[in-house]
């Protein structure tokens, strides 16, 4: 059985969400409450991923430290 083009996309979308996610959970210095907020603030994990240094500095509560290792992945 074949699944429809619309169901896989949905799960690949899903999947790399949960991917960025746990990357993004990863960095040295992110724990759960950093992760919800830069999720919070900028709408996904990827979007937190694709951000640009000084787009990360303006959100409340990550500091330089956070946004360096962000960005160094």
Not at 6 to 13: C, E, N
Not at 32 to 61: D, F, N, Y
Request: charged residues 25%.
């Amino acid at each position: 059985m074949s699944e429809s083009g619309t169901d896989a996309d949905y799960r690949s979308t899903e999947d790399e969400e949960l991917l960025n996610h746990l990357v993004l959970s990863s960095v040295k210095g992110i724990g759960s409450r950093t992760a919800r907020q830069l999720i919070s603030s900028c709408g996904s994990a990827a979007a937190v991923l694709r951000k640009r240094r000084h787009e990360l500095e303006k959100i409340p509560g990550v500091g330089p430290e956070r946004v360096a290792a962000i960005l160094s992945i």
